[in-house]
């Protein structure tokens, strides 16, 4: 039987699940993932933290996850100035499950949410998933959001929850505070609308964070991730920060004791290395740089990257120069953005790799 004969939701009928295709080469560069595995002192953490979770794993976890939240809380207010508190705060399994409860709970039949293409792909897929309609508003040529077109799309479509991802995945750009401002004012000027801004990369911005923007703006929720910036991708650990009442709102649609004591350990363990992890971020942070200094003076065109990720091109035949650089043995990231190809930053050796491979293919093609 195939999946589109059995008696599944009209809307899932032919999709594709999400997920990058995974092949075994030396030098993974496709999903945006630290290469700086955890060092040692952590993973000896961890183990000592995951062994205490184990003595009580016959109970259930601490449903509110109190104490990672409040972890959290502190490291968002270190790291921006801008205090927030564990009510601020919800945590879930990546920051994928926290949008998918954001739109469980604000999205749904019979309403919508609109982003701005090219963007992060599950943003359409979990609203879909949901049940929320999904609508596509336009970007400038140079990936900015267009305000204007963003300020029409806005008024003429009247969505429910509105997408804003600073930096952007996968073009890399970082969306400037006006424009937030901007486009939460566009909104909530047609209706009640919530504002997710998708903070995943924000800790490899030249930008600083929009969380203080909650501040007096109680449909406004930033969201983040320990999965890029944190080196933690494995952990499935996303959380978001906002008004108290959109903590309290996204209690009604999760599940109970979503979190597990294994993952809400692992999460405190990392939190106590913050200043090695955010080392880790510096150096990509100038590794990136230098990649994208790299690929433009080969003559290639580069987004400007607030993200560990760059994208480049233009490409004629954006599938063969992606082929060219995997048969060099290094795994890039082919979005379906038209002439466009994306690479995260990896490590000194991988960059010089990556790099090779570029030139080499972009001679041959
Ligand atoms: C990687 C990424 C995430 C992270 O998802 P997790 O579920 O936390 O791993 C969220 N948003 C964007 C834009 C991303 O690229």
Same mark, same amino acid.
Not at 274 to 280: A, E, H, I, K, W
């Given at each position: 039987?195939?999946i589109?004969d059995?008696? %599944?939701?009209?809307?899932?009928k032919?999709?594709?699940?999400?997920?990058a295709?995974?092949?075994d080469?030396p030098?993974?560069l &496709?999903?945006?993932?630290?290469?700086? #595995?955890?060092?040692?002192?952590?993973?000896a953490r961890?183990?000592?933290? /995951?062994?205490?979770?184990?003595r009580?794993?016959?109970?259930?976890?601490?449903?509110d996850?109190?104490?990672?939240?409040?972890?959290?809380?502190?490291?968002?207010?270190?790291?921006?100035?801008?205090?927030?508190d564990? /009510?601020?705060?919800?945590?879930a $399994?990546?920051?994928?499950?926290i949008?998918?409860?954001?739109?469980?709970?604000?999205?749904?039949?019979?309403?919508?949410?609109?982003?701005?293409? #090219?963007?992060y792909?599950?943003?359409?897929? %979990?609203?879909r998933?949901?049940?929320?309609?999904?609508?596509?508003? #336009?970007?400038?040529?140079?990936? =900015?959001?267009?305000?204007?077109?963003?300020?029409?799309? %806005?008024?003429?479509?009247?969505?429910?929850?509105l997408?804003i991802?600073?930096? $952007? $995945?996968?073009?890399?750009?970082a969306?400037?505070?006006?424009?937030?401002?901007?486009?939460?004012?566009?909104?909530?000027?047609?209706?009640?609308?919530? /504002?997710?801004?998708?903070?995943a990369?924000i800790?490899?911005s030249?930008r600083?964070?929009l969380?203080?923007?909650i501040?007096?703006r109680?449909?406004?929720?930033?969201?983040? =991730?320990?999965s890029?910036?944190?080196?933690?991708?494995?952990?499935?650990?996303?959380?978001?920060?906002?008004?108290?009442?959109?903590?309290?709102?996204?209690?009604?649609?999760?599940?109970?004791?979503?979190?597990?004591?294994?993952t809400?350990a692992?999460?405190?363990?990392?939190?106590?290395?913050?200043? =090695?992890?955010l080392?880790?971020?510096?150096?990509?942070?100038?590794?990136r740089?230098?990649?994208?200094?790299?690929?433009?003076?080969?003559g290639?065109?580069?987004?400007?990257?607030?993200? &560990?990720? %760059?994208?480049?091109?233009?490409?004629?035949?954006?599938?063969?120069?992606?082929?060219?650089?995997?048969d060099?043995?290094?795994?890039?990231?082919? $979005?379906?953005?038209?002439?466009?190809?994306?690479?995260?930053?990896?490590t000194p050796?991988?960059?010089?790799?990556?790099?090779?491979a570029?030139r080499?293919?972009?001679?041959?093609?």
């Amino acid at each position: 039987m195939r999946i589109d004969d059995l008696p %599944i939701r009209d809307e899932l009928k032919g999709k594709s699940p999400y997920g990058a295709p995974q092949l075994d080469v030396p030098v993974l560069l &496709n999903t945006n993932e630290n290469p700086y #595995p955890l060092p040692d002192a952590l993973v000896a953490r961890i183990a000592e933290r /995951v062994a205490e979770a184990a003595r009580t794993l016959n109970r259930y976890p601490d449903r509110d996850a109190v104490e990672l939240r409040e972890g959290l809380a502190g490291y968002l207010t270190r790291s921006t100035g801008y205090g927030v508190d564990l /009510v601020n705060v919800w945590a879930a $399994n990546g920051s994928n499950e926290i949008l998918q409860q954001l739109l469980q709970t604000f999205g749904g039949p019979g309403r919508t949410a609109l982003g701005f293409a #090219p963007t992060y792909q599950m943003h359409e897929l %979990i609203a879909r998933g949901t049940g929320t309609g999904w609508l596509q508003g #336009p970007r400038n040529a140079d990936f =900015t959001v267009d305000l204007d077109a963003a300020r029409a799309a %806005i008024a003429e479509r009247r969505p429910d929850v509105l997408f804003i991802c600073s930096p $952007n $995945n996968p073009t890399g750009t970082a969306v400037p505070r006006e424009t937030v401002l901007a486009l939460y004012e566009a909104a909530q000027a047609v209706k009640p609308t919530l /504002v997710i801004v998708d903070e995943a990369y924000i800790e490899f911005s030249h930008r600083p964070s929009l969380l203080p923007l909650i501040e007096g703006r109680p449909l406004l929720v930033v969201t983040r =991730t320990m999965s890029k910036a944190f080196g933690a991708a494995g952990l499935r650990l996303g959380y978001l920060a906002a008004d108290p009442a959109v903590v309290d709102a996204v209690q009604l649609v999760r599940l109970p004791y979503h979190l597990s004591s294994v993952t809400q350990a692992t999460a405190l363990a990392a939190l106590e290395f913050t200043d =090695t992890l955010l080392g880790y971020v510096e150096r990509l942070k100038d590794e990136r740089d230098r990649v994208v200094g790299e690929l433009r003076a080969m003559g290639l065109r580069v987004t400007d990257s607030d993200a &560990n990720f %760059i994208q480049f091109g233009c490409f004629e035949d954006t599938h063969a120069v992606w082929q060219a650089v995997l048969d060099r043995g290094v795994l890039v990231r082919d $979005n379906g953005v038209p002439g466009w190809l994306r690479v995260t930053a990896g490590t000194p050796a991988e960059n010089d790799a990556f790099l090779d491979a570029v030139r080499a293919a972009t001679k041959e093609l």
